[in-house]
Nanobody, 123 residues
């Protein structure tokens, strides 16, 4: 199993950038694909970005392509989500999740979740 803790959220104006980090426990971090999801009030939790166990095959939701970049450093047990050109529609609670398998866009593929970090973007 793995424990995940997100950090880096905050309140910013439209057009600003934020870097979210997901810190994982254990030396088996490299066995898990990592996904970022977000959930706005009254909305369904949606896929944002994902990365494979080895750091290959990054994938993004259409809404964030070209603006967000996901990366990982298995030696440091961390995954980063760099968010550029933030928009009010990006406002949500962002979750880091781990899957013991291939990277996926499906919520039910991920067995471990962090508690989330809030990102708020004002117009």
């Amino acid at each position: 199993q793995v424990q995940l803790v997100e950090s880096g959220g905050g309140l910013v104006q439209a057009g600003a950038s934020l870097r979210l980090s997901c810190a994982a426990s254990g030396r088996t971090f490299g066995n898990y694909a990592i996904g970022w999801f977000r959930q706005a009030p009254g909305k369904e939790r949606e896929f944002v970005a994902g990365i494979s166990r080895g750091g290959y095959s990054p994938t993004y939701a259409d809404s964030v392509k070209g603006r967000f970049t996901i990366s990982r450093d298995n030696a440091k047990n961390t995954v980063r989500l760099l968010m550029n050109s933030l928009e009010p529609d990006d406002t949500a609670l962002y979750y880091c999740a781990a899957a013991a398998g291939l990277v996926s866009r499906r919520r039910d593929s991920y067995g471990y979740w962090g508690q989330g970090t809030q990102v708020t973007v004002s117009a």
